[in-house]
């Protein structure tokens, strides 16, 4: 089966400017997590859906960031307007079924720069 | 919140030594413990996860320890190859509706030739 896929693997923007990643999560999995790395630090749980519902966004930093699966299939993470610290390595990740019965299988990730 | 301590940061041995990363959490209530390996431009990968009914977990080379009293577990890698060089995360699973992971800071193994 096809893996996570993420797009784009690479994004470099100016500060102020918009950015939008995207991930594919394994087919069948209802599951989808997005994880960020700042750079040399942990990494990091921004949210995470079930379907197309956001079952827990708690570790989304700020209202800058906005995430959407919209139909339950591929999602997305914005961010607008970009800042400084907002660099780092965004990684999506999918899972099957909930729990910790199901592993997670993380894609490998879009490394963002913002200047 | 879930704190996860990690260490050492880096690690550099021989092939065929073994090599030992540590983790220590701080919620008591975790029961779910993986260990994930990032090669270069890659995404980290699951290689063993260990539950806290368990003490110890073993596949192949690798290993994994849990002390649910001390809030500790350790990967221990034996007969190290050059393709073990990765960073690699310990993480903890928090109980509740979410199932997020909270992770350390990871560890970047080198294996000399």
């Known amino acids: 089966e096809a893996g996570v896929t993420q797009f784009p693997s690479h994004s470099v923007i100016e500060k102020g400017q918009t950015v939008t990643l995207r991930c594919d999560p394994i087919?069948?999995?209802?599951?989808l997590y997005w994880y960020r790395r700042v750079m040399g630090k942990e990494i990091k749980f921004l949210l995470h859906?079930?379907?197309?519902?956001?079952?827990?966004e708690s570790g989304m930093p700020n209202n800058r960031f906005l995430a959407e699966r919209t139909g339950g299939t591929y999602s997305t993470l914005k961010v607008q307007p970009a800042e400084l610290e907002d660099s780092g390595v965004y990684f999506c990740?999918?899972?099957?079924?909930?729990?910790?019965?199901?592993?997670?299988?993380f894609g490998n990730g879009t490394r963002l720069t913002v200047t | 919140g879930e704190n996860v301590e990690q260490h050492p940061s880096t690690l550099s041995v021989q092939e065929g030594d073994s090599a030992v990363i540590k983790c220590t959490y701080s919620?008591?209530?975790?029961?779910?413990f993986p260990w994930y390996k990032q090669e270069l431009g890659k995404g980290p990968q699951l290689i063993i996860d260990?539950?806290?009914?368990?003490g110890e977990k073993k596949d192949q080379r690798i290993a994994v320890t849990l002390n649910k009293t001390a809030k500790h577990f350790s990967l221990h890698i034996t007969e190290t190859q050059p393709e073990d060089s990765a960073v690699y995360f310990c993480?903890?699973?928090?109980?509740?509706?979410?199932?997020?992971?909270?992770f350390g800071k990871g560890m970047k193994l080198t294996v000399n030739p």
């Open positions: 990740a999918s899972s099957r079924n909930r729990g910790n019965n199901s592993p997670l299988h």
């Open positions: 919620d008591s209530a975790s029961n779910y």
């Open positions: 859906f079930v379907k197309e519902s956001k079952q827990d």
């Open positions: 087919s069948g999995h209802d599951n």
């Open positions: 260990i539950r806290s009914n368990v």
């Open positions: 993480a903890v699973g928090l109980q509740g509706g979410s199932e997020k992971l909270v």
